[in-house]
């Protein structure tokens, strides 16, 4: 195995390992060494490939919205229809985001009550609201997108999937029930709207 590969997996391994820890106890109740002994490493491991806990978390928070994929999918997918675009982005997107479950639920809640994390975050969305800022904005200048405000787009999307999630970790009965019914009837409410046709 590569230098790189192998880097890669030991980084997805203590990602694994803190995402079950952070669920089991929360992320302030948490170590790097729990997280370490659940990862099958020394302490000091962890430190070779994330600076702190905080920055563990973020990554877990990155991985959850899959933040570092968005300019590869909005590339892959450059061609598409707006229509299939919105459907195929958001079926890949909401498997990685239910498997999730249990670290949003563990995560979240220390993003909301801690200035730091949640200004640390706000960073990295940043990076991933441009790319999808200039997807839709591109949609839009060659037609493909009906919205006049591609940048408000972005937000109002993000924010009903995140609206979805935290519904899902209430256990409200409808969104857990139907949660793999979601991208279809998100992207039908987007493009065909509410009326009967």
Do not use: C
């Not at 192998?6 to 669920?23: H, Y």
């Not at 992320?27 to 990862?39: G, K």
């Not at 707006?82 to 982005?89: I, K, Q």
Request: proline residues 3%.
């Amino acid at each position: 195995m590569r230098g790189e590969e192998q880097s890669d997996r030991r980084r997805a391994e203590i990602l694994a390992a803190a995402s079950r820890v952070f669920a089991e106890r929360g992320y302030h109740r948490s170590t790097v060494r729990q997280v370490a002994r659940e990862a099958g490493i020394a302490d000091g491991t962890i430190y070779l490939y994330f600076r702190s806990k905080q920055d563990v978390l973020l990554a877990l928070l990155g991985e959850l919205g899959r933040l570092n994929d968005r300019p590869a999918d909005f590339a892959e997918l450059a061609t598409a229809d707006a229509r299939t675009f919105a459907d195929v982005y958001l079926r890949r997107r909401w498997r990685d985001i239910r498997s999730r479950r249990e670290v949003f639920a563990a995560v979240f809640p220390e993003v909301l009550a801690d200035p730091a994390l949640r200004e640390a975050l706000r960073a990295r969305l940043a990076l991933a609201y441009a790319a999808a800022d200039a997807e839709l904005e591109r949609r839009g200048r060659s037609g493909g997108l009906g919205s006049s405000d591609p940048v408000l787009l972005a937000r109002v999307t993000s924010a009903t999937v995140l609206g979805l999630m935290l519904l899902d970790v209430l256990g409200e009965g409808v969104v857990r029930e139907r949660w793999d019914e979601l991208p279809v009837f998100l992207t039908s409410l987007w493009f065909d709207g509410l009326q009967r046709r």
